[in-house]
């Protein structure tokens, strides 16, 4: 997104004023692209609630504001967070002027700031235990299929703090590339200078935009070439990394956006140190942008998924709070409308001091693949980027061609090898998800019937939500908390979602009611489509077994016979159903619920393990549909929910 159409001019000794008054708070930024610094300035507001960031002047006019949203202000969701108390801190702009880029870097500080009794938190060997402990513990038992936990680099910075942030600031210009936002917010007794690669959420005329970048090719010394990163490009764990994250997006965008979001991509970030794999979502929205931005709440990149439930994981092993890590720095900006734009990178790739201590929290995505050690690397390749830049640890090695033999500067992503590798990864996504959605589609095989879905805290309801819509449903999404045996009841078409743990676990309120849910139905006779968890509850309801697998499905896709037709299917479960290689019906005798009649079974054939159940009224799956891995999703969720209907 781009910045204000006309700013003011201004000169760097603007900057030099700023920093010299100890009470003034202003930040510097950068755009990605951009030829100047923006400089903001205003007075400070403290606020609780996103809701509560002050928009309008006491006489209704829009002002614009950036507001540093910290990591805890997940609560607002009812999520769990370490409560450090960062204040969700408001410039109030009433001062944004743009200094000519060469001008302002030239005009900063440029001495290194020497550090003290500097490196991480957490030893090498003690991050990779936690490693350890995420896989096995959590996503081995079906907490979810990916995790980021942070470690800290910290170190001791006698100096003072204003001055640090422009220096680092200007470092961050010089030896850093590729950054979204390169930004200073300077406050009184705290300082963020950072140089983001990734806008979370933005929201101009209309048009709702997240960039999801997930994957991390850290570059070999000597620089990287076309040879290594196409081996990173060829890594399994590193594709099936970015799918995931762009399918939590995905649920986020399908939750503000009416036409749900559509992907582009894949593309490189290219950075310093690091290159990243992207995709970019769009939508449409008419939400407040302060709605937008508690709705999206946050990044999987920097927290995991499903959501809710890598907030608890990330507090049961982080071990201090996150401060502003992983939050976003939000500006919102009056538009032409009355309303206000919105642009909000992520808070990664930045440095923070508050109180003599320099602190750089960085993370790494955990999944069912991950080496240990490989994400240690990847964490002292995160951090590098930015002590590298700011002189803490030496810079990276530009490599300069002889006189002789000029080279033209060329990205990696304009090699034609390169890119044949990006574009080849869509050829396993959902089309569905790659296609213009707004308007209604020429086939609306369901339209006037309706459906509620139950969800049981995976947000992939909405992408689902959003999918029966578009078969025409008039659907409704409950939480598993309000789903009443009144609501249960009345509905037309029950489609009972999916969600995080143990379907065996008696222990839990909410897989207790997803229970009640799939037992009314089926006692009731009424239409039923049951998702993943719901699958596998309506499979120990009807007597077949159930079995963590040897190794979880998270982010899987596979190619399966469903009811004598293949389908490719995204698979998210550690648990699965299971029955006798080659049995393919149960009959009524065998069913352990009275009265639901025969029941046909896709399974594979050697494992035995269920894929699809489906018999009088009811039909159930253990992949999303709804996922982008799910190239067939709208295909095989339109048979599905024609033979429940049925």
């Known amino acids: 997104m781009t910045g204000p159409t006309a700013l003011a001019p201004a000169s760097a000794d603007l900057i030099a004023r700023l920093a010299a008054d100890p009470a003034s708070s202003f930040a510097l930024i950068v755009r990605e692209g951009g030829d100047a610094v923006e400089v903001l300035s205003g007075a400070l507001s403290d606020v609780e609630l996103l809701g509560d960031i002050p928009l309008q002047d006491a006489d209704g006019t829009p002002r614009e504001v950036l507001a540093l949203v910290p990591y805890r202000q997940v609560r607002e969701r ?31 500080p440029s001495e290194t700031i020497p550090l003290a009794d500097a490196g991480f938190d957490l030893a090498d060997a003690e991050y990779a235990d936690i490693v350890r402990r995420v896989i096995a513990d959590e996503i081995g038992q079906g907490e979810g299929a990916n995790f980021v936990i942070r470690r800290d680099y910290v170190a001791g910075v006698d100096a003072d703090p204003r001055m640090a942030a422009l220096t680092w600031f200007r470092a961050l210009l010089e030896h850093e590339r590729g950054a979204y936002w390169t930004f200073a917010v300077v406050t009184p007794g705290h300082v963020a200078v950072g140089a983001s690669p990734e806008a979370h959420v933005s929201a101009r005329d209309g048009v709702v935009t997240m960039n999801p970048i997930s994957g991390t090719f850290r570059h070999p010394a000597g620089g990287a070439t076309v040879e290594t990163l196409a081996e ?177 500067a060329r990205r990696l992503a304009d090699d034609e090898g390169v890119a044949t590798l990006l574009a080849s990864r869509n050829a396993r996504l959902a089309p569905f998800w790659m296609q213009e959605q707004a308007g209604a589609p020429d086939a609306r095989p369901f339209a006037g019937r309706r459906a509620v879905v139950v969800d049981a805290e995976d947000r992939f309801t909405t992408m689902l939500a959003h999918q029966l819509r578009h078969l025409g449903l008039d659907v409704e999404i409950v939480h598993w908390s309000d789903a009443s045996p009144a609501v249960v009841d009345a509905a037309e078409l029950i489609v009972s979602g999916p969600g995080p743990g143990d379907p065996r676990d008696e222990a839990s309120p909410r897989i207790a009611r997803m229970r009640e849910v799939v037992h009314a139905r089926l006692a009731g006779h009424r239409p039923l489509l049951a998702v993943c968890l719901s699958h596998q509850i309506l499979s120990d309801r009807i007597g077949v077994s159930l079995a963590p697998l040897a190794s979880p499905h998270q982010g899987l896709q596979l190619t399966v016979d469903l009811f004598g037709e293949d389908a490719s299917i995204g698979f998210y479960n550690t648990f699965t159903s299971r029955v006798t290689p080659g049995v393919t019906q149960l009959t009524p005798s065998e069913t352990r619920c009275g009265g639901v009649g025969a029941v046909e079974i896709a399974a594979d054939p050697a494992t035995g393990d269920v894929y699809a159940l489906r018999g009088a009224g009811f039909a159930s799956v253990q992949g999303h549909l709804e996922s982008i891995l799910s190239r067939d999703g709208m295909r095989t969720l339109e048979r599905l929910v024609a033979h429940a209907l049925a």
Do not use: W
């Open 78 to 108: 009812g999520f769990a967070a370490h409560d450090d108390g960062a204040p969700l801190r408001c410039l109030l702009v009433d001062t944004h002027v743009a200094v000519p880029l060469d001008e302002a870097v030239a005009a900063l």
């Open 232 to 408: 990173f490009l060829s890594s399994t764990k590193e594709t099936e990394e970015l799918f995931m994250v762009v399918d939590e997006e995905l649920k986020m965008m399908s939750a503000v956006c009416s036409d749900g979001g559509r992907i582009t991509g894949p593309h490189l970030k290219e950075m310093s140190r690091l290159t990243h794999t992207e995709y970019v979502l769009r939508g449409r929205s008419r939400l407040d942008p302060r709605d937008i931005l508690r709705e999206t709440m946050f990044a999987p990149t920097v927290t995991g998924s499903p959501m809710q439930n890598a907030c608890a994981v990330i507090q049961r092993h982080e071990r201090t709070p996150r401060g502003y890590y992983s939050g976003v720095a939000a500006l919102f900006t009056p538009n032409a409308e009355g309303g206000h734009d919105l642009d909000a990178p992520i808070l990664i790739r930045t440095a923070y001091l508050e109180d003599g201590r320099l602190r750089v929290p960085v993370g790494a995505t955990l999944v069912r693949h991950s080496d240990p050690y490989g994400e240690v690397s990847e964490t002292h390749g995160k951090a590098a980027g930015v002590l590298g830049a700011i002189g803490a640890i030496p810079r990276a090695i530009t490599i300069v061609p002889d006189d002789d033999e000029p080279a033209p």
